[in-house]
């Protein structure tokens, strides 16, 4: 399970220093693909293939399946991670996402999202201001 905040700085490269904390869970292989609201998600292998599970049961005959399955398996990069903890982030999701140098990763349960600084701070104001809320709304649909 992946949780917390880290804030890092990718190298001239574009490598990304796993957190430490997330490193030994994530292991020396992973993919990493669009997220949501604007992150990127890296999964461990495990937690990948389970992921592709679920897209391959999706109806590929509902155009809205099938556009779910295109953009999301279209960005799918497989990442080598190296013994000091680095992972190359390709540049073209980089760029097409709009994440800079500064990077927030973030622990999300089963996977990994890096996110720019200041879209997520944007994300987390703007979720926090209605986290009770959020949080009820969670609640009284379980009932």
Known sequence: MFFGSYVHNLDNKGRLVIPSKMR?????KAYILKGFDGALSIYKESEFTRLVEEIKSLPFHKRNSRA??????????????????????PT???????IGKEVIVIGALDHIE???VKDYQ???SNADKSFEDIAEDLNDKED
């Not at 779910?68 to 190359?88: F, P």
Request: with cysteine; charged share 30%; proline share 0%.
């Open 24 to 28: 030994e869970e994530l292991g020396y």
């Open 68 to 89: 779910y399955l295109r953009v999301q398996l279209a960005s799918v990069c497989e990442l080598d991670i190296d013994k000091q903890g680095r992972a190359l982030l």
């Open 92 to 98: 073209s999701l980089l760029a097409k996402y709009k």
């Open 114 to 116: 890096v996110w720019n």
């Open 122 to 124: 944007e994300y987390e």
